[in-house]
Structure formats: structure tokens, C-alpha cells
């Protein structure tokens, strides 16, 4: 017969334990420490980039949390000084970092059980983060954010410490996205979110668990961008200095019935499938209506919808940013970069593409498909002219025309990082459907290939966990 065998040995000695740096991925958990064992626990300190990140500890039958407690929770409940036999949580310092503490004033005794564990409950980034939404209900006993600073109407400034764009942030892309990158500003340390979307959840629920701040910062923020602008300057059809494309804001909610050089459109075959809603701004989470906003994208500055990006088949450089919506009904959500400014009006909800072939009949209009292009379809030889998008929720304002030059290649050149970013402009889509081949093909990549596809591993950083104990007896 085999029998388990254990030896009890008696041991006076002080144990000070370090880990970190590592990622901890989404949905995984690190428990250094789960012994039988008699001793004292003298201070626990963890140092992650991220409120969300979850500390749990058991000695014996004491549990202070029974599944484990964030900075975001202490730092909302104003648990940020020492508490004896209880934890506390430093607010966010001036690189991001969080910190959470159980320092007891007396050396907390256990006499047979320590258990000390890290986990990452976030929900992955690429399911919420510049989506629209009404609500976010977090995974299991995390708290939930107020508000929803992390959805789409959102903006980031990527310039808080100075630091410059690195190229190697760049990975090769596939098909007609030539290039894709995480998050612009995930190596900044700094997220600005600038968008105060009300959390729905807790209108439904006013009892639900609540924090500080919200997940998705730091090494949590990165989510995919594939790059729209790639060769846009070799769609450029007039001369105008070198400027390839100009995108135009509308104000919410509103569609202007003539372009930026004054030509009426309104009266156009298919203008008003285009005409935003006139939901005040985010929209109506009762009935879930969401808030609306155009963008014009014009060929040259002069932002006239007739002047052409010639010939049309050159509009596959746009495809990445619009296709999702006429494959699948399912726009993209997608971004716009100005100098150190990102936005995220949100997700496409209608496309209108202005065509003017010389037939007769009704030219100019405004067509809805890449196929009346003459692009993989049947519309001939239309060439494309202006564009016009329909997002929602959209901005709450209007940002200023961005102006998109020979991009990528100024921040993809030799040099490592790009330290002035003030005239580099850059669109494209954030997380969600992306398109990999052309028009014909209609191939996408999923969240999850997309997600695993540079192999980086994603989910908050534990920069550090200090466990301090006196061990007096061990089991072995």
C-alpha cells in the first residue's frame, strides 16, 4: 500500500519574497504562494499598471476579501491609508502605476494555511474598448466603472510624457492592411480618455459593486489598429501640396446640405440615406438608439465632394476602413488620428459614396456599394469621388478638418522612434471585423486571430509583488 508522507519541520525565519515584472494575461491568475505552513504575515505590497487587477489572501479561515479585492474598489470606498488587518490602495501615481498594501500593525499569525494570489479578470479588450456601448457589466466580483470612458466617442492623447511613436509598435500586416499596431499610446504609461458616458448598468442596477477609474489602461488598453492611410497619397487626383485626403467633421447630428466648397448635394439620389439621426449625444440607452455623426472624406483640400480619387480602383487603399459594412451589414469601428490626438467617433453605420460617370440618367448620386465603383462589380467605370460616413455614437463635437499627408512612411523610416508626431495623420479600424484581402475575396480575420497574431502576450502588468512572512513551522 502507498500513503502520502509529510514531515513537519520547525523553522524561525523571515521570508521575503519578490516578484515581477510579467504579464498576466486575460482570464489567468499567479499564486506564488499556497503552502501548509505556521507563521506570521508582516506586509504584502502589489504594483501593477492596472486598478483592475485583483489581490487575493487566506490565512486559515481569514479571508479580508473572500475572492480577492482591486485598488479600484479600495480607492473608490476611500480606503487609501493603513488599516490594521485590512487592505489599502495608494491612488494612481504620475506613471500609472497602482498600488495596493496590507501592512498590518501587528505581524498577522496563521497556523496552518497562507494563500496569496494575483488575478486578471478583465474582460479582453477587443470585446468593448471604442465599441459603442450603454453598459459594461464586469466579469465576476470586480467592481463596475461609472462611467465608460474606454467606449467609442472617446479621444486619447498620446503626448502626456513626450515620448515619440515607436516603429517597432508596427508589425507586418496581410493583404491589402499593410500595416497594424496596438494601442498608440500603450508605451506612454498615460491614458487621457476624454468621454464621460454614463455606465447603464448601474441604472438597473444601483446595488452593483462600484470603482475607481475603469479596466482598460495601461498594458489592458492595447487593442489592434490597422492603418486606412497606407499609399493615400497615391490616390491624390489634384494638386493641392502634397495633401492626399481631408476628413471633415459635421456637427452631431447633422449633415450640411452642401460640401466644404459649397456645392449643393442635398438634392442628390441618395443623399438622404446618409442624414444622421438627431439623438442627443450619446443616445437613448432605454431604447437603444445611439447618437449619429458624418464624416466627409475628400480628395484634396479645396473638400470638394466632385473632385475625384482617380482611378477607382485605387479606392482599395480606403477598403480597409469601409468594407466591413457592405460585406456584413456590420460597419467598422474606426479611428482618426490628428498630430498627438486619437479619436473614435465609433462604429460605421452608413456609407454614401458620390459617383459621377458622365451617363445620363441619375449621375451624380450617391451609391452605397464598392461594386457601383466599378470596383469588383458592375458599375463600369464610375470613378469615385467624395465619401461620406455615418458613425455612431460619433463625438460630441466637431473636431477640425485633418489633413492626411504621405503616411505611414514619415514615422516608418529609419530612425526608431518619431519624436514630433504633430503632423503625422493616420486613420483606420480599432478591434473589431477587419478585412485582410481585396474586395473580391471578402476575407476577414476574427477578434481572436487578431488578437493572438503578433504573438505579444496581452493583459495588465504585475511590475511587482513584495510578500514579507515569518515562517516558524512547514510541511514538507
Do not use: C
Amino acid at each position: 500500500m502507498i500513503t502520502n508522507s509529510y514531515e513537519v519541520v520547525e523553522d524561525n525565519f523571515e521570508v521575503v519574497e519578490e516578484f515581477g515584472p510579467f504579464v498576466l494575461k486575460f482570464g489567468e491568475a499567479f499564486t506564488p504562494i499556497n503552502l501548509t505552513e505556521m507563521g506570521e504575515i508582516e506586509s504584502i505590497e502589489l504594483v501593477t499598471d492596472n486598478p483592475y487587477a485583483s489581490l487575493y489572501l487566506e490565512l486559515d479561515d481569514f479571508r479580508p476579501y473572500s475572492r480577492g479585492v482591486t485598488a479600484s474598489e479600495l480607492i473608490n470606498r476611500g480606503k487609501d491609508k493603513p488599516n490594521n488587518r485590512n487592505f489599502y490602495a495608494e491612488d494612481r501615481v504620475g506613471n500609472g502605476d497602482y498600488v495596493i498594501k496590507y501592512s498590518p500593525k501587528k505581524k498577522e499569525p496563521y497556523d496552518s494555511k497562507i494563500k496569496i494570489e494575483v488575478r486578471n479578470d478583465i474582460t479582453p479588450s477587443r470585446d468593448f474598448m471604442f465599441q459603442p456601448n450603454f453598459e459594461y457589466r464586469s466579469k465576476g466580483d470586480l467592481p463596475n466603472p461609472t462611467t465608460l470612458a474606454f467606449a467609442a466617442g472617446s479621444i486619447r492623447n498620446i503626448s502626456k510624457d513626450g515620448a515619440g511613436l515607436k516603429t517597432e509598435d508596427f508589425t507586418a500586416g496581410v493583404g491589402i492592411a499593410p500595416k497594424s499596431f496596438d494601442s498608440y499610446d500603450h508605451f506612454t504609461g498615460v491614458e487621457d480618455y476624454r468621454m464621460n458616458i454614463t455606465n447603464d448598468l448601474l441604472r438597473k442596477d444601483p446595488l452593483k459593486k462600484v470603482g475607481y477609474m475603469h479596466p482598460y489602461v495601461g498594458k489592458a488598453s492595447q487593442i489592434e489598429h490597422q492603418t486606412g492611410a497606407k499609399d493615400l497619397q497615391d490616390l491624390d487626383a489634384a494638386s493641392d501640396g502634397g495633401i492626399s485626403m481631408v476628413a471633415s467633421f459635421a456637427e452631431p447630428g447633422f449633415l450640411q446640405g452642401v460640401d466644404g466648397a459649397g456645392n449643393s448635394i442635398s438634392g442628390l439620389t441618395g443623399y438622404t440615406s446618409v442624414v444622421p439621426n438627431s439623438t442627443p449625444w450619446p443616445g437613448d440607452p432605454v431604447s437603444g438608439t445611439y447618437s449619429q455623426q458624418a464624416i466627409f472624406l475628400y480628395a484634396s483640400e479645396s473638400k470638394d465632394i466632385t473632385e475625384g480619387f482617380a482611378p477607382a480602383v485605387q479606392m482599395q487603399s480606403l477598403i480597409p476602413l469601409l468594407f466591413g459594412q457592405e460585406r456584413t451589414g456590420k460597419g467598422n469601428a474606426i479611428y482618426f488620428k490628428n498630430g498627438n490626438t486619437v479619436y473614435y467617433p465609433g462604429r460605421i453605420k452608413q456609407i454614401a459614396y458620390y459617383i459621377d460617370d458622365g451617363s445620363s440618367g441619375s449621375h451624380p448620386k450617391f451609391v452605397s456599394t464598392v461594386g457601383e465603383l466599378g470596383v469588383g462589380g458592375s458599375g463600369g467605370s464610375a470613378t469615385n469621388k467624395g465619401v461620406i460616413i455615418i458613425v455612431e455614437p460619433g463625438l460630441n463635437f466637431a473636431p477640425k478638418d485633418i489633413e492626411f499627408h504621405e503616411f505611414p512612411s514619415k514615422i516608418l523610416s529609419d530612425t526608431s522612434t518619431v519624436s514630433d508626431q504633430s503632423e503625422v495623420a493616420d486613420f483606420g479600424i480599432v478591434g473589431g471585423l477587419q478585412i485582410t484581402d481585396g474586395e473580391s475575396q471578402g476575407s476577414y480575420q476574427t477578434n481572436t486571430e487578431l488578437d493572438e497574431s503578433n504573438g505579444t502576450p496581452k493583459g495588465l502588468i504585475v511590475k511587482k509583488l513584495t510578500i514579507k512572512r515569518r515562517r516558524k513551522v512547514s510541511v514538507i
